[in-house]
């Protein structure tokens, strides 16, 4: 039972990831900003060495703003996501 509350919540944290990266995309779009594919692949390899810091880590974290692995990686699953799409625009 433990392990379905453990999927649920990691896959809540994900959505809510993803969700994060989308919304922040889209208010920067409405105010004319557009990232670069750099800066795009940057966030995405920032986003997946925290997701593997966060996994790797035996030290419980206290703060209550710390933010799951599965967060971190929808966040970079966003931001591949936004690459694929501008990828096919071109």
Do not use: C, F, K, N
């Not at 030290?59 to 599965?70: E, G, K, M």
């Amino acid at each position: 039972m433990q392990d379905r509350t453990d999927l649920a919540t990691a896959q809540q944290d994900y959505d809510l990831g993803y969700a994060t990266i989308m919304h922040l995309v889209l208010a920067a779009r409405r105010q004319g900003w557009q990232p670069t594919d750099r800066q795009l692949v940057r966030e995405i390899m920032q986003r997946e060495r925290a997701a593997e810091v966060r996994q790797r880590s035996s030290l419980p974290i206290l703060d209550p703003q710390s933010r799951s692995a599965a967060w971190y990686r929808g966040q970079a699953d966003a931001l591949r996501a936004l690459l694929r799409q501008r990828r096919e625009s071109y």
